[in-house]
């Protein structure tokens, strides 16, 4: 164990934006996950389904407003193209008609901040990590950590469930600002847009494809199998979240580094060998974790594991996604993303039905490894011909 402690903190030292973002990305999905379990522990599944419902709807129309924002800021930043301006005015115009749309049809106004508050962190958080300013990554995304979970669990227990969606939407202040500091700094560009619509373009489709998958499956699941299994779900998600932790760390530092022509290939190579370690040994203890966690979940336990080992087909997918959005020839993602959007619906739909949270992790765990198939396969089938993967 001091061996690999030994390790770790001898490739951070080397590199210092891996640091940052390790770090700030460590502590910000460590509350996460603390929070979120400790709030299983207070719910029912039914409870925590509904919480999970109503984020999952605001995930999803952020999603919708934006224009692929995240990885077009990141990579268009790392290459100097002052185009933020332009996507945060558009994609904010049409936050608030995705709010208002949200209100009109659930009657929650609550919904609507937090929507404007993933739209926020999605426009700030790549424009940081584009200009590769890690420091300031570190600062803003723990800051923004505390004050949402702080808050959530405050006005939890001042007035229940609402509370926790109310929470969640306090980072709106702290992305707010940034987002005018960008526009004070950047003038509003639509020629850039015009110019780099296609890229943009297929960042969108891209990010709406994933959000289908990402949001969109817990959204489906509520009329055909209830609350209950979707917060036995979710709780499998939030295994999930962990274990791909790290990966997710590697690929905001190799995505910058990618869209320059950085691989990166042997931090890639130990992501996986130790995301894979992680995804067996929480298979083995994740029997021992439920039944302190919440005895509620029991009869989750095995869709649950295999929910987490699902993390490790995901790592290596997420490899390739840094590959091919850094060099801007994306098209074979759109293809894998619908694929992998596509299979996981429908097997929800399918097995979920049939078995229920078992028949929802099976479908899930199948997914992810049909994606990283069809990402394996394809990056080999272009290298080995020389075809570049536009």
């Known amino acids: 164990m001091n061996k690999i402690s030994e390790k770790i903190k001898s490739i951070l030292t080397k590199n210092k934006n891996l640091s940052s973002v390790a770090s700030a990305d460590f502590i910000s999905s460590g509350l996460g996950a603390l929070f979120w379990l400790y709030i299983a522990v207070l719910l029912t599944p039914e409870e925590y389904g509904e919480i999970s419902y109503i984020i999952s709807i605001a995930a999803f129309a952020s999603t919708l407003s934006m224009l692929g924002a995240y990885n077009s800021i990141v990579v268009l930043t790392a290459k100097n193209v002052k185009i933020q301006s332009t996507i945060n005015l558009i994609s904010s115009l049409t936050g608030l008609i995705a709010a208002i749309i949200v209100f009109l049809i659930l009657e929650k106004s609550e919904i609507g901040f937090l929507i404007f508050a993933y739209i926020f962190t999605n426009l700030a958080i790549p424009y940081l990590l584009g200009k590769k300013e890690f420091n300031n990554y570190f600062k803003i995304i723990v800051v923004s950590k505390i004050v949402a979970v702080g808050s959530s669990i405050i006005l939890f227990y001042l007035i229940g469930h609402i509370g926790i969606i109310i929470g969640l939407s306090t980072p709106l202040a702290i992305f707010g600002f940034k987002i005018f500091q960008i526009f004070r700094n950047i003038r509003v560009d639509f020629n850039l847009l015009k110019k780099h619509s296609k890229f943009i373009t297929t960042n969108y489709i891209l990010n709406v494809t994933e959000s289908i998958s990402g949001s969109l499956d817990k959204i489906i699941i509520v009329p055909i199998l209830g609350f209950a299994v979707l917060g ?24 910058p580094d990618d869209s320059q022509g950085i691989l990166n290939k042997t931090l890639k190579i130990r992501t ?11 298979f083995i203890l994740i029997p021992v974790i439920i039944p302190i966690l919440n005895s509620s979940y029991n009869e989750s336990i095995l869709p649950i594991q295999i929910i987490a080992l699902s993390s490790i087909p995901a790592s290596i997918a997420l490899m390739y996604w840094s590959q091919f959005i850094g060099s801007e020839k994306n098209r074979v993602l759109i293809v894998g993303s619908a694929i992998y959007a596509t299979s996981l619906i429908s097997l929800i739909i399918i097995l979920g039905g049939y078995f229920d949270s078992l028949g929802l992790s099976i479908g899930f765990f199948v997914s992810q490894t ?21």
């Open 272 to 282: 996986i060998i130790v995301t894979f370690g992680f995804g067996v040994l929480s």
């Open 232 to 255: 036995s779900y979710q709780l499998g998600l939030q295994f999930f979240g962990i274990l791909v932790i790290i990966p997710g760390i590697v690929y905001k530092i190799t995505l």
């Open 370 to 390: 049909i994606s990283m198939t069809y990402f394996i396969f394809v990056n080999y089938f272009l290298k080995n011909r020389g075809v570049e993967n536009k």
